[in-house]
């Protein structure tokens, strides 16, 4: 998913403070809450949640015996078959519901190591996607770009690569975070730094951009020049982690190097020293492409069976960590909260569905495709509860611009604990999601759909997308108290009494451009990815 999980401007937080009151304005609160928390089916939700929890065991197979799930590879599939395994183990009907194809590729062992001036073994992987090497690898010696005056010098330049491995990302000036500077550093040396990175990062911004390429490009120039390779350090700012994207290359490999040896091979590049490396990447290209697919679980409703609730969760991830607050907790939450239900709440109203997403890395392409595939589901839908972004407690619900979304959602949500859902901040009718997470899919389409944002657990930086987004990471506590929170509001929205409503809030101007801002278009899914 897309870092940013809510933006809620000045007029959402504004409505909010009146309108949400409302919907408790008929009885108070806490007897509301106290009525509700006696139902049976409230009483047992939270009884298994916290007596008999699964999380840990799902997120033990998920995480570190399956691993990472990007589309194309081999361990998606094997991740989209043990979920179908595990609901029908509990009872459930699952099944994996194809959508379209990707590139097939499954990421092998690389190995980096310095061979001049001297041996060191290095931290790096090769980026998704990338060729592999030979099975003996590449020695090369590294280089760098200079400064180039225009597009025509670096098009001089561009023979000097042939053989040569070419590091394209900036060195940075310090390893250490900016918050380890404020902490330690003194005023003076902190602005120092900050004006010294500052000033870096634009200069090399202005390089990159004499060379008349960009991000995705430049790589595609450097492998036609007869480059040996790609080397690069997306650095995450934070002390040991990396964002691992895609590579561009289709001969050489691109391999992603942490902060501390990029910055060492850098200098000594710089400095005359000529330092060589030797990487072999062993990944594994299909011959054609692979099945993508959404994993699907239903629990069938007994009175409005062709009404729906959904829960959301994008099963994909990127693959430099195992993927597991991005989205191995959104996955295994909506997993524990359909186990439940299974077990307390077996004959819900309406039918609770779930869908684990593919290839929502790539653009919300599995919950798009779902939604263009199924219109007689969507259009039933009672509401979608989309969870994605790390592994906090839920800190904000939006009404995502459904001008009544504070009647319904407040009623479902009084009937929460309030030790759940008191730091929860609700913004209503606030704006409808436009992108990134799955619950954009469904807001086009007139659906209530809800992002279940949580509390940030350094995510931007430590785990989303990193090579550090791994199993440890995972705060069950909080998870435990999102699958309470989840399993309430499915159960409350199975057992409304009709669809709720649907109708949008008169959007606001735009402050930016003055214009009046719209309502987002739907978009449609990526069928065929990955071959261009």
């Known amino acids: 998913m897309k870092k940013n999980p809510i933006h809620v401007l000045a007029l959402a937080l504004m409505l909010s403070g009146g309108v949400s009151s409302v919907a408790f304005a008929q009885q108070p609160q806490q007897q509301q ?35 990472p799930r990007l589309v194309g590879t081999p361990q998606m599939q094997q991740a989209g078959d043990w ?17 379209g194809e990707w590139r097939g590729w499954e990421r092998g062992v690389t190995h980096i190591d310095m061979v001049h001036p001297r041996l060191k073994t290095l931290e790096g992987m090769q980026l998704a996607w990338s060729p592999a090497t030979p099975s003996k690898g590449v020695t090369a010696e590294v280089i760098t770009m200079p400064e180039f005056a225009d597009s025509v010098a670096f098009q001089r330049w561009l023979p000097s690569v042939k053989g040569k491995m070419v590091m394209v990302s900036m060195n940075q000036a310090s390893g250490r975070p900016e918050y380890n500077w404020k902490e330690f550093a003194t005023p003076e040396s902190f602005d120092k730094m900050k004006k010294m990175r500052d000033e870096q990062t634009a200069a090399w911004s202005k390089r990159i951009a004499a060379t008349g390429k960009n991000a995705r490009t430049l790589p595609v120039a450097l492998e036609n020049a007869g480059a040996a390779g790609i080397v690069m350090s997306n650095w995450s700012q934070g002390f040991g982690v990396n964002k691992i994207f895609s590579a561009y290359t289709k001969k050489i490999p691109t391999v992603d190097l942490a902060l501390e040896d990029y910055g060492m091979l850098y200098r000594l590049a710089e400095n005359g020293s000529k330092p060589r490396i030797k990487v072999v990447a062993e990944s594994k290209h299909a011959k054609k492409p692979v099945p993508t697919f959404n994993t699907i679980a239903e629990i069938k409703g007994s009175e409005k069976p062709d009404e729906y609730v959904i829960l959301s969760a994008h099963f994909d991830s990127w693959d430099g960590g195992t993927g597991a607050t991005d989205n191995g907790t959104g996955t295994i939450l909506m997993m524990e909260v359909m186990r439940i239900l299974k077990q307390v709440y077996p004959n819900p109203k309406r039918t609770i569905l779930v869908g684990h997403w593919g290839s929502e890395e790539q653009g919300l392409n599995g919950s798009r495709a779902f939604v263009e595939d199924n219109p007689e589901i969507v259009k039933k839908t009672q509401a979608v509860f989309n969870q994605d972004n790390g592994t906090g407690r839920v800190a904000n619900i939006s009404g995502q611009g459904f001008l009544n979304a504070y009647d319904y959602m407040g009623r479902w949500l009084s009937a929460v604990p309030r030790d759940i859902t008191k730091d929860i901040q609700t913004s209503y009718p606030g704006f409808p999601g436009g992108g990134g997470s799955d619950h954009a899919s469904f807001i086009p389409h007139d659906i209530p759909a809800f992002m279940l944002s949580s509390l940030s657990w350094s995510y931007g930086n430590y785990t989303w997308h990193t090579n550090r987004d791994t199993y440890d990471k995972i705060v069950f506590d909080d998870v435990r108290s999102n699958v309470i929170l989840t399993a309430i509001l499915a159960y409350m929205a199975s057992e409304e009494p009709e669809l709720v409503s649907r109708e949008r809030s008169v959007l606001p101007l735009n402050p930016r451009t003055g214009e009046k801002m719209s309502w987002p278009e739907p978009r449609p899914a990526t069928r065929k990815g990955g071959l261009d």
Do not use: C, F
Request: proline share 2%; no cysteine.
């Open 33 to 67: 809450q106290t009525q509700k928390q006696q139902d049976p089916v409230i009483q047992n939700i939270i009884k298994m949640a916290t007596e008999n929890s699964q999380l840990e065991k799902l997120g033990h197979e998920l995480m570190d015996g399956i691993g």
């Open 83 to 99: 979920a179908v395994n595990k609901y029908k183990s509990w009872g459930i009907e699952a099944r994996n519901q194809n959508y």
